[in-house]
């Protein structure tokens, strides 16, 4: 699995805000196949968060 991190404010005008030092605490990730590309999952958290794993592919 690929993880694809971007500021908010790239995906959308209305998350630029006027607060630049929290808007670099943001990040809007995608997580996609690392083979096709095919977007699995999305969120918007802290960029310190870890990965909120609602969905796993794979064996346990």
């Known amino acids: 699995m690929v993880t694809?991190?971007?500021?908010t404010s790239e995906i959308a005008p209305e998350f630029e805000g006027g607060d630049e030092g929290m808007a670099a605490l943001v990040e809007f990730r995608e997580f996609?196949?690392?083979?096709?590309?095919v977007r699995f999952d999305t969120e918007i958290a802290a960029v310190a968060?870890?990965?909120?794993w609602d969905l796993r592919l794979g064996s346990a």
């Open 49 to 52: 968060d870890a990965p909120l």
């Open 32 to 37: 996609c196949c690392g083979g096709c590309g």
């Open 4 to 7: 694809v991190r971007r500021p």
